[in-house]
């Protein structure tokens, strides 16, 4: 005869089962945890949105395909969405995020309690007193140099330059115009160096302005660059830090009718700026290699995710180094940048 389950009876184990499932849906997040597929499930988070992150966008998904990962993109506006982002896909439950910290002091905290439950590096700009296991970029005090090498050839003659970058609360920024100063100053190699963001050097054969900062507010840079022209009419050259600082002070310099007099020296890889650089219009950029920034991310934290820890060197430190583009090599770059997003 049949029998109807006593519901009553089974009802406080059904409540411990659905209790355990909701605290594990709570703290889904250790480092073994992966996808229904099987494969592990990685978090690419970037510090904005711009076309310098679709190309690590490409390198990530391509990277994925290649480990037999999934890859989620995160492109956040700020700080504050970052840390949301953040939080977010550790509830969700990943093995691993790469990411690009957006004011490294004060978001080590968060990345210490993300390195807690999950592996992670970062990528582009370094947290180094975070509890990340690796730093995928470049040097961006040695990148800094490059640039300031780049100005020293656009106006050997010296005079005054004017820098434009997002922020400096992000280490690549700091760095890479700590770079800019030392090299043009004649300085010993020294990453520990911090001049002042309102430092002026205006006693050398390069006077180097105030630097100049935006938060990442594109119109604000183009006013950066237009308010520096009018204070400083023998102003000789600028160089922009950031993808879109060169862009924008392009922008600036044709305003004011100052093509060829006003020397523009650049970072990364903007079509803006490489077309500039054909034009004659822009001496050259120093580029990093962010499609390779997205495509080892997803890989080291993948061989982790299976246990594997031989990716991670000694030094904690995947050097993806910088190059300097002019006029002769803008064409093999730009043609090989095109291939590998299928522009």
């Known amino acids: 005869m049949n029998r109807r389950p006593n519901f009553r009876a089974c009802l406080p184990a059904l409540l411990a089962l659905c209790g ?26 970037t510090n904005g949105v711009d076309p310098f992150w679709v190309i690590a966008e490409k390198g990530s998904r391509d990277g994925a395909e290649k480990s037999g990962a999934e890859v989620t993109i995160v492109m956040p ?31 080590t905290p968060m990345i210490d309690q993300a390195a807690a439950k999950t592996n992670v590096i970062t990528h582009d700009s370094d947290a180094p007193k975070s509890k990340r296991l690796l730093y995928i970029g470049m040097d961006n005090y040695q990148a800094g140099r490059m640039a300031g090498q780049l100005i020293k050839e ?44 309102d430092a002026q050097f205006m006693d050398g054969k390069y006077k180097i302005l105030s630097t100049k900062t935006d938060q990442f507010d594109r119109a604000k840079a183009k006013g950066n660059a237009e308010d520096t022209m009018v204070a400083h009419p023998d102003l000789k050259c600028m160089v922009g830090l950031f993808a879109y600082n060169p862009p924008n002070c392009l922008e600036a310099i044709k ?20 077309q500039a650089i054909k034009d004659g219009n822009c001496y050259g950029t120093v580029v990093q290699n962010p499609y390779m920034y ?26 993806i180094p910088a190059r300097q583009i002019k006029k002769d090599s803008v064409d093999e770059f730009w043609t090989d940048l095109k291939k590998k997003t299928g522009k």
Do not use: H
Request: proline share 3%.
């Open 20 to 45: 355990l499932a909701w605290i594990a849906a709570i703290n889904g997040c250790d480092k073994s945890t992966s996808s229904n597929s099987g494969k592990p499930k990685i978090a690419y988070v």
């Open 294 to 319: 997205g495509y080892e991310s997803v890989r080291v934290l993948t061989a982790l995710a299976k246990g594997d820890k031989s990716v991670i060197p000694a030094s904690k430190f995947m050097n």
């Open 255 to 274: 305003k004011g009718g100052k093509l060829g007099q006003i020397k523009l020296v650049g970072f990364d890889e903007q079509d803006a700026t490489l």
């Open 154 to 197: 656009a106006i050997p003659e010296g005079g005054k330059v004017g820098i434009f970058v997002g922020r400096l609360e992000q280490d690549n920024a700091r760095l890479r115009r700590q770079g800019v100063i030392d090299e043009l100053l004649d300085r010993s190699v020294d990453s520990s160096r911090n001049d002042a963001p």
């Open 77 to 107: 506006n700020g700080s504050t969405e970052q840390k949301q982002k953040i939080e977010d896909m550790l509830i969700r439950g990943v093995d691993g995020i790469a990411i690009s910290p957006i004011d490294a002091e004060n978001q």
